[in-house]
Nanobody, 126 residues
Framework: EVQLQASGGGLVQAGGSLTLSCTIS????????IGWFRQAPEKEREALAC?????????YYRDSVKGRVTISRNKAKNTVDLQINSLKPEDTAIYYC??????????????????WGRGTLVTVSS
């Protein structure tokens, strides 16, 4: 069974940075495109970033976070990381990583992802 796990969340002051990591078990990241999503209290889940499977490294970023967020594959750690800079209180949310084994580049559509990890909570204080 393939499982994903998001980690690296915590309490951060506004203006700070955080790197979240997504780890996989039961398979390898090479077989999956990975997306990062978040869900704030009383808000809908939204896609933040996606990186394609394989070696081409295509990426997608939500317009509202472009320039503050970077998704990357960390071969040394065997993770897919999401770096978030210049954190704002409105970034407070549970952050999830998700994988797609069927779509090379699924982008922001949650329905195209078939494996979801348990989230990690990010709280940004003002």
């Amino acid at each position: 069974e393939v499982q994903l796990q998001a980690s690296g969340g915590g309490l951060v002051q506004a203006g700070g940075s955080l790197t979240l990591s997504c780890t996989i078990s039961g398979s390898t990241f090479a077989d999956y495109s990975i997306g990062w999503f978040r869900q704030a209290p009383e808000k809908e889940r939204e896609a933040l970033a996606c990186i394609s499977s394989g070696t081409d490294g295509n990426t997608y970023y939500r317009d509202s976070v472009k320039g503050r967020v970077t998704i990357s594959r960390n071969k040394a750690k065997n993770t897919v990381d999401l770096q978030i800079n210049s954190l704002k209180p409105e970034d407070t949310a549970i952050y999830y990583c998700a994988g797609s084994s069927q779509w090379r580049f699924p982008g922001p559509s949650p329905s195209l992802y078939d494996v979801w990890g348990r989230g990690t909570l990010v709280t940004v204080s003002s």
